[in-house]
Every structure is written in C-alpha cells, then in structure tokens.
C-alpha cells in the first residue's frame, strides 16, 4: 500500500508542504549515491523521488543529464538501481519512495514484470516522464495489479481535458510542471496559472499536487506552496550538489580518508539545502 497517504496527512496535520528531492541512482556511483540518499533524508526529505539513468534523457536538462551519463559509467541500470532503493528501502520503511523512469525500460523489460520488481523493493510510485496520460494506459493497469501508484505530468498551460484525465488517472500524487521545457535550474520556476490548474486538478478528486521543474531556491518552495501545491520536487539544483563532488570522489580509494573527508562535505552541503527547502514549506 503506497505511503503517500500517511505522508500527506501528517504534513496537513503540521500544516506543512512535502518537500521531495530527487537524484539519480549510481551517481556518482552506486555505494556513493547510497549516501548522497542518506543525507537527503538526514536532512528532513519527507520523499524520495529516485532517477533511473537512460541512455536518452529527453525531458532532463544538461545538469541531470550528466546525472544520466556518469552512473551508466558505473555499469548502474535497472536492477542495479532497484538492488540500491532496496537497501534504502530496508533503512527507512516508512518513507515513500517514488521512480523516475523513461518509458523504454518498462516496454524492454515488460510491464508486468517490471512493476513487480518496483514493488518487491518497496517502490511507491513510477512517473515515466517521456509517457503522456493519454498514454498510460497500460502502464496504469500493470501499476495498479503490483501495487504500485502511476504518477502523470500535469503540463504548464494544459488544456483543461488533459488536466481532467492528469487528476483522474493520477496516484500517490500529481506532477505539475511549473514551465515548459526541460528540467534544469538555468530556468526559473514560475507560478503564473499555477493556482488554477491546482484548482482545476481538485476538482476531479486529484491526488496531492507537487511542483516541479525549476525549483531551485527555497522562495520557489514557498512560492509553490502559497499558489496551492501540496509541495515541491527539486532535481537539478540536487543533482547540481552531487556534481560539484563527483569528480573528487571517484579519484579517491573506497575507505580512504580523502573520500570520507570529501563525502562529508557533500553529505553535509546536501543536508543542509533539503533542510532550507524543507523549512519553506510550512504555512
């Protein structure tokens, strides 16, 4: 059963917003991204959404997919992804735990197969950002059979049918994009219609809306939060953290004190942006 329910319920209950950063699994390798996970919940993340790299990032910006790139170095792919969110997964059980993924896995793997093995690791939701809703039909169907929630995008200046079928179709929660384009922090997010769109995706009994794309500093987190999102993704700005630490990690020796001294640093750095994005989302 997905645990965005218990999550959203005990922010409203604060009366906060959900902050959820998201990084890519294996980057900048997998037993370093273990940690880069760490410190994001160390620092008061109350999700998780997690990248798969692909060979083709469509939808990502030049920072993120660089993300892509350095953990297809390290051999990580699907399952090597889901054998680090398992051990996650085992740290933290109450944590929700949501997939980034283009849609070519799920079609080379098989639907059915791959959302059982998203589930059997603890997985709470899949977003496949390269797949519109209408669409995801078949993706939805096979989520649904293993359990797991099937997240859409909301796109910014979206017809009002595809909001409809974005709130109809939607679990664990709604991706609204705050601009067009791709991701990336070289654009700014913007909340021009942001209000009525949520409005529009709360009439058809939408799940919880986030805002994504371009979040990047914590007035954007409250910016979102005041135009009615239920919270906030920040990837780039995250990613960009792990990348300024990246190179200086991998030329040091596993167990070295220059890699710990090094993955201090960016364990502590990571800590403390999710903590300032956090703390904007209270009300």
Not at 68 to 74: D, I, M, S
Request: glycine share 10%; proline share 6%; net charge negative.
């Amino acid at each position: 059963m997905s645990r965005y329910p218990k999550m959203f319920e005990r922010l409203t209950a604060a009366e906060e917003g959900a902050f959820v950063p998201f990084v890519m699994v294996g980057d900048p390798d997998p037993e370093l991204s273990e940690a880069v996970i760490e410190a994001l919940i160390a620092g008061g993340a109350d999700a998780l959404e997690l990248g798969v790299p692909f060979s083709d990032p469509v939808a990502d910006g030049p920072t993120i997919q660089r993300a892509h790139l350095r953990a297809l170095a390290t051999g990580v792919g699907f399952r090597g992804a889901l054998a680090v969110v398992a051990r996650v997964r085992a740290k933290h059980p109450e944590l929700p735990i949501g997939m980034l993924i283009y849609g070519n896995v799920p079609f080379a793997v098989g639907l059915e197969t791959f959302y059982s093995e998203c589930a059997a690791v603890g997985i709470d939701s899949v977003l496949l950002p390269d797949i519109p809703v209408r669409e995801g039909g078949p993706f939805s169907q096979a989520a649904e059979a293993a359990g797991i929630d099937a997240v859409y995008i909301a796109p910014p200046s979206a017809s009002e049918e595809t909001l409809d079928d974005v709130a109809r179709t939607s679990r664990g929660y709604v991706y609204a994009v705050s601009r067009a384009g791709v991701t990336g922090t070289e654009t700014e997010s913007s909340t021009v219609g942001l209000a009525e769109s949520v409005a529009r995706l709360r009439e058809d009994a939408a799940a919880p809306v986030m805002l994504g794309f371009g979040i990047s500093r914590p007035e954007h987190v409250a910016e979102a939060i005041a135009a009615g999102a239920d919270g906030a993704i920040s990837g780039s700005a995250t990613v960009k953290v792990v990348e300024a630490h990246a190179a200086a990690l991998l030329a040091t020796e596993p167990g070295s004190a220059e890699r710990e001294r090094e993955l201090k640093a960016l364990s502590e750095e990571l800590a403390a942006f999710v903590a300032s994005m956090k703390a904007a989302t209270r009300r």
